[in-house]
C-alpha cells in the first residue's frame, strides 16, 4: 500500500510543495555564516560550476547561491527521488535525472549515460550543475562521477559542506540531516577544483581524493560554526 501511495502522482507533488515550503522556512529562520564571506565574488569568474556535496546534506543547497546562479541538481530516477524532484523544482532549480552505477549494467539502467550527457550540455549552456559526491549507497567516500564531468566539460568542483545546528540525523543509508528552523547555520566552501582534459586514471584518482580531502574539510569547518564537535554531537 505504501508504495502505491509513494508513486501516486498527486501525493509526490503534495509531498513535493510541502517539503520546498518547509525548507524555505528553515533557510529563512536560521542564521547562516558564509564562509569564505567572499565566496560569490570570487566564484563568479569561474561559472559555470560543479558544485559537490555529501549525500543527506542536501536539502538546505538551493539556498547556497544567489538568484541569478542558474543550476540543475542531478537527482536519481528512483520513485522515491520524484519527490526531491518536485521539492527542487518548486524552490528554482532545474532536474537532470539519472545516477551513479556500480556496475555496466547499472550504468544503462540508471540513465548514467543520458544524465552525464546532459549534465556536460547543461554546463556548455552557462548553467551550473549540483550533485552527490557520494559512491551510490556508500555515504562519505566521493566516486568518480563528479571528476569525470569535470574533466570533460572543463569545469571546476566547488566542494560544498552546509551544516544547522538544530537538526535530527536520521537512521538512513547517508545519515542525512532533517534539517530545524531557528538556530545557526553555516555553508562552507572549499578551493575549487580543476581536473585536467588528458587526467588519466591515476589523475582522476587523485582529483577524487582531493575532492574527498576538501569535502571532509568543509563539513568539518560547517559543524564547528554551528557548535556542534567533530561526530557531529554537540560538544
Known amino acids: 500500500m505504501w508504495r502505491r501511495i509513494r508513486t501516486n502522482r498527486t501525493f509526490q507533488q503534495a509531498a513535493g ?5 518547509y525548507f524555505k522556512l528553515v533557510a529563512h529562520t536560521t542564521r547562516f555564516v558564509v564562509e569564505p564571506a567572499d565566496i560569490f565574488e570570487t566564484i563568479d569568474p569561474d ?3 560543479i558544485v559537490t556535496f555529501w549525500h543527506g546534506q542536501h536539502f538546505l543547497t538551493p539556498f547556497a547561491m544567489k538568484p541569478h546562479h542558474k543550476a540543475k541538481v542531478l537527482i536519481s530516477r528512483h520513485a522515491d527521488a520524484q519527490i526531491n524532484a518536485i521539492a527542487a523544482e518548486k524552490l528554482g532549480v532545474g532536474t537532470i535525472r539519472g545516477s551513479g552505477a556500480t556496475s555496466r549494467h547499472d550504468f544503462h539502467r540508471k540513465g548514467a549515460v543520458s544524465a552525464t ?9 552557462g548553467v551550473n550543475v549540483a550533485m552527490t559526491a557520494d559512491v551510490p549507497k556508500i555515504a562519505r567516500k566521493v566516486g568518480l562521477g563528479v571528476v569525470t564531468i ?8 566547488l566542494p560544498l559542506a552546509m551544516a544547522t545546528r538544530n537538526r535530527i540525523t536520521l537512521k538512513s543509508w547517508d545519515r542525512a540531516s532533517l534539517n530545524l528552523p531557528f538556530g545557526p547555520g553555516a555553508a562552507v566552501v572549499e578551493k575549487p577544483i ?5 587526467a588519466d586514471e591515476a589523475a582522476l584518482r587523485e582529483a577524487r581524493d582531493l575532492v574527498q580531502q576538501r569535502l571532509e574539510a568543509a563539513t568539518a569547518r560547517a ?4 557548535g556542534r564537535g567533530p561526530g557531529g554531537d554537540r560538544p
Do not use: K
Not at 150 to 157: C, F, H, L, M, V
Not at 194 to 198: E, K, T
Not at 223 to 226: M, P, Q, R
Open 17 to 21: 510543495s510541502t517539503f520546498a515550503s
Open 47 to 49: 561559472l559555470p560550476v
Open 117 to 125: 550527457l546532459e549534465m556536460l550540455d547543461t554546463l556548455a549552456q
Open 150 to 157: 569535470a574533466r570533460y566539460s572543463g569545469r571546476p568542483i
Open 194 to 198: 580543476f581536473v585536467p582534459r588528458d
Open 223 to 226: 559543524e564547528a560554526l554551528v
